[in-house]
């Protein structure tokens, strides 16, 4: 029987060999968790990598996106600047037109005013002086009536009957001295009553520049066309668009060379331009409410686009409307309109053609 005393004993030696084991065992397993630790830093990497390249192509794509709006952008500036500098040259090539005309109707003289001058008023024809001092009145002349034809008398009275001493005319008997002729020795006839010297008058030429009503009219009539022109109601506004026209203002200017290119525009030109003119509108005449020569305007080119077979419409906005981002274009943010620079256009289903430039507050 073998006692305590008797079993082996670890010595120095051996524990020395052992110790180096577990530490070669430590060594070998620390080169694979720094490689799996690796991998998993690698495939963050490569995730992260991926990202950036996902995010670096939206970033292009936006870029590329905004360019091309920018480019649509200064395309359409470019398009309406091109309409309005167009828009004017029509503008003033119809003034130019509009002055020649009333310039050659100055021109014609007598046969334009429809008054008769001197040598078409025959002899006999009495004229009031009230109409020679004021050529703008119509005087109908009263025509004197011939005395009875009688045998012997003085021969009928001529173009030259202007040329005769204002004594003869006048009806006072001839001074001794003057020349007598042949008809003095015949009987005197029972002479016709006396015309005043002032029947004949010199030629009354026609003024060198037509009445304004008359001008202002050729021009109404050729921006805003018959129907407005004629409207006695709207003689106010139209005269303020005139004048405008005539004095150089830009607005007015505008307005009237948007009026004449939508009224010779084609069909399909149409509904593009109904938003230019309400633009062009209120630049001239801000919203003001109740505005009969703007509503009389919006009939006339309902009208006019109805004779072209053109099924858009326009809608009026006012202010203290609520903000639709569907019918209304704002610069700035807001939930009530509070100033109207144009109106909205409607197509024939009443869905909206373009929309109306309005500020918000």
Same mark, same amino acid.
Request: hydrophobic share 40%.
């Given at each position: 029987?073998?006692?305590?005393?008797?079993?082996?004993?670890?010595?120095?030696?051996?524990?020395?060999?052992?110790?180096?084991?577990?530490?070669?065992?430590?060594?070998?397993?620390?080169?694979?968790?720094?490689?799996?630790?690796?991998?998993?830093?690698?495939?963050?990497?490569?995730?992260?990598?991926?990202?950036?390249?996902?995010?670096?192509?939206?970033?292009?794509?936006?870029?590329?996106?905004?360019?091309?709006?920018?480019?649509?952008?200064?395309?359409?500036?470019?398009?309406?600047?091109?309409?309005?500098?167009?828009?004017?040259?029509?503008?003033?090539?119809?003034?130019?037109?509009?002055?020649?005309?009333?310039?050659?109707?100055?021109?014609?003289?007598?046969?334009? =005013? /429809? +008054?008769?001058?001197? $040598?078409?008023? @025959?002899? &006999?024809?009495?004229?009031?002086?009230? !109409? *020679?001092?004021? #050529? %703008?009145?119509v005087v109908e002349p009263a025509i004197e009536q011939s005395p009875p034809p009688a045998t012997a008398g003085p021969?009928?009275?001529?173009?030259?009957?202007?040329?005769?001493?204002?004594?003869?005319? =006048? /009806? +006072?008997?001839?001074? $001794?001295?003057? @020349?007598? &002729?042949?008809?003095?020795?015949?009987? !005197? *006839?029972?002479? #016709? %009553?006396?015309?005043p010297a002032r029947a004949v008058l010199p030629a009354v030429a026609a003024p060198a520049v037509?009445?304004?009503?008359?001008?202002?009219?050729?021009?109404?009539?050729?921006?805003?066309?018959?129907?407005?022109?004629?409207?006695?109601?709207?003689?106010?506004?139209?005269?303020?668009?005139?004048?405008?026209?005539?004095?150089?203002?830009?607005?007015?200017?505008?307005?009237?060379?948007?009026?004449?290119?939508?009224?010779?525009?084609?069909?399909?030109?149409?509904?593009?331009?109904?938003?230019?003119?309400?633009?062009?509108?209120?630049?001239?005449?801000?919203?003001?409410?109740?505005?009969?020569?703007?509503?009389?305007?919006?009939?006339?080119?309902?009208?006019?686009?109805?004779?072209?077979?053109?099924?858009?419409?326009?809608?009026?906005?006012?202010?203290?409307?609520?903000?639709?981002?569907?019918?209304?274009?704002?610069?700035?943010?807001?939930?009530?309109?509070?100033?109207?620079?144009?109106?909205?256009?409607?197509?024939?289903?009443?869905?909206?053609?373009?929309?109306?430039?309005?500020?918000?507050?």
């Open positions: 029987m073998t006692g305590k005393t008797d079993q082996p004993q670890a010595t120095p030696e051996a524990e020395a060999v052992a110790r180096p084991t577990t530490t070669e065992s430590t060594a070998g397993a620390a080169p694979a968790v720094l490689q799996q630790a690796l991998s998993e830093i690698g495939a963050e990497l490569s995730n992260f990598e991926q990202s950036a390249a996902a995010a670096m192509r939206q970033m292009q794509q936006r870029l590329e996106s905004l360019s091309q709006q920018l480019e649509a952008s200064e395309k359409q500036v470019a398009e309406k600047l091109a309409a309005a500098n167009q828009a004017a040259e029509q503008a003033e090539r119809a003034k130019q037109q509009a002055l020649t005309q009333l310039a050659e109707r100055s021109s014609d003289g007598d046969a334009s =005013s /429809g +008054e008769p001058s001197a $040598a078409e008023v @025959p002899t &006999g024809i009495a004229v009031d002086s009230a !109409a *020679a001092d004021d #050529p %703008r009145k021969a009928p009275a001529t173009a030259a009957h202007a040329s005769m001493p204002p004594h003869l005319m =006048s /009806g +006072e008997a001839p001074d $001794a001295a003057a @020349p007598v &002729g042949p008809q003095a020795a015949e009987p !005197a *006839a029972p002479a #016709p %009553r006396a015309m037509a009445s304004p009503a008359a001008s202002n009219y050729a021009f109404e009539r050729a921006v805003l066309g018959e129907a407005l022109a004629a409207d006695p109601g709207l003689s106010a506004e139209r005269g303020e668009l005139i004048h405008g026209l005539l004095s150089g203002d830009d607005d007015a200017s505008a307005l009237a060379g948007q009026l004449l290119i939508f009224s010779a525009a084609s069909s399909e030109r149409m509904p593009q331009l109904l938003r230019d003119v309400g633009e062009a509108y209120y630049a001239w005449r801000p919203y003001l409410g109740h505005d009969p020569f703007r509503d009389a305007l919006i009939q006339h080119i309902r009208a006019r686009c109805e004779e072209a077979g053109v099924g858009n419409t326009i809608e009026l906005v006012r202010p203290g409307d609520r903000f639709d981002h569907t019918r209304h274009n704002s610069k700035a943010r807001g939930v009530e309109i509070d100033d109207v620079y144009g109106w909205v256009v409607l197509r024939d289903n009443g869905k909206v053609y373009t929309k109306a430039s309005v500020s918000t507050k």
